[in-house]
């Protein structure tokens, strides 16, 4: 891990303005949510890819890949929810008082 955070730390800061500037955004989008089905489905596809991440099943490069990958998708979910979350507290806050 510190050798992903050395070598690709401005990819790592890059996801992680992305999900920020995404999470700033989503909280206009009104579209439909993701249905119960494939909300099971991709919990079990990040299972599957964290246990083969952890139990090092992966060798080589595709094995680093798998854990940049990783690392930059948690890094972007965690933009996402700090920039949806501010997004929200500014809205609330610039709204009139009821």
Known sequence: MA???TFFWGWLLAA?????CMGWIAVVHR??????IWIRWLSLLAVALVTA????IVPGRFGYWLDLFLVMFALY?????????????VVR????AS
């Open 77 to 89: 979910l965690v933009g996402c929810a700090i920039g949806s979350w501010l997004r929200d507290w």
């Open 31 to 36: 579209a439909q949510g993701v249905s119960k």
């Open 3 to 5: 050798a992903l955070a």
């Open 53 to 56: 991440s952890l139990t090092r």
């Open 93 to 96: 806050r610039s709204s009139p």
């Open 16 to 20: 992680l303005l992305l999900g920020f």
